[in-house]
């Protein structure tokens, strides 16, 4: 398998249906006053200095920045996999903070969906068995409609029975991104979900994403370093040093390309 740092000519994204307008929208996660703080005192380092931010439901947001910026730390944070120094992160009108282990255990289990760079699938359990696990830990049954839609989608029907070692990476993301979306969650967040795969796997993948957006409502919030990617999403948030400092809605490739080009100014 072939790794590439940047995606090179995938399709172009499908064009969306008209935006609902911004009143009519309903926020599926949101940051306030967010501060991450590592150390102490002057020697403390704020990968997060009080970043404000609210991703709306049925969007695909785009989490851009350099090396250092906070990009992964905001994801994480709002996800739930970490917790903030100061301020507040909530998954729709629920405080994180607010939730003990157990409830915010629970809530990351049925809200939630999580795709990232490393596949991380069960070595020993088939495709459907992966796709499914997340059900199954919950003890709720599969939505069989729903399981064959995601599945047919993402191109995986003659599949199911591989494990996978028998899986190329790309379709090992698939079974991933499926995973991600078998338990309708409210959000999911995709951490670099194209960061190991060649370029033709990398487009499939974000092409399948735009359409979980447009076709199922999903909402959608990934970060990653690469404009193409970017291209994808309605838009794009770009952090530097702990801080958002700029938003593009309904970007391309190249327009991105020259934000990020600025950050090196």
Not at 154 to 176: D, F, I, K, N
Not at 217 to 222: A, E, H, K, L, S
Not at 232 to 249: K, T
């Amino acid at each position: 398998m072939s790794r590439t740092d940047t995606l090179q000519h995938p399709a172009a994204p499908a064009t969306p249906p008209p935006a609902a307008p911004q009143q009519l929208r309903s926020i599926a996660a949101s940051a306030t006053d967010a501060v991450k703080a590592y150390g102490r005192g002057d020697a403390a380092v704020h990968a997060l200095d009080g970043v404000t931010v609210a991703f709306e439901r049925g969007r695909f947001t785009a989490i851009m920045g350099p090396s250092g910026s906070g990009k992964s730390t905001l994801m994480q944070t709002v996800a739930g996999l970490d917790t903030l120094t100061s301020g507040s992160v909530s998954i729709g009108d629920v405080e994180l903070s607010t939730l003990s282990d157990k409830e915010l255990t629970r809530l990351r289990r049925d809200r939630i969906g999580f795709i990232f760079q490393a596949f991380n699938l069960v070595p020993t359990l088939t495709a459907e068995e992966n796709i499914l696990l997340p059900l199954d830990l919950a003890g709720r049954k599969p939505d069989r409609e729903w399981f064959e839609s995601i599945v047919d989608t993402v191109g995986l029907g003659s599949r199911l029975g591989h494990r996978p070692a028998e899986l190329s990476g790309g379709q090992q993301q698939r079974v991933a991104v499926a995973r991600a979306l078998v338990s309708r969650p409210e959000i999911v967040f995709g951490d670099e979900p194209t960061g190991n795969l060649d370029s033709r796997s990398g487009s499939e993948i974000l092409a399948f994403l735009r359409n979980a957006v447009h076709q199922l409502g999903q909402t959608v919030v990934m970060v990653t370093h690469d404009p193409v990617a970017a291209a994808y999403a309605d838009r794009v948030v770009f952090l530097a040093d702990g801080h958002i400092v700029d938003e593009m809605s309904d970007p391309t490739s190249d327009r991105v390309l020259d934000r990020m080009k600025r950050f090196g100014r």
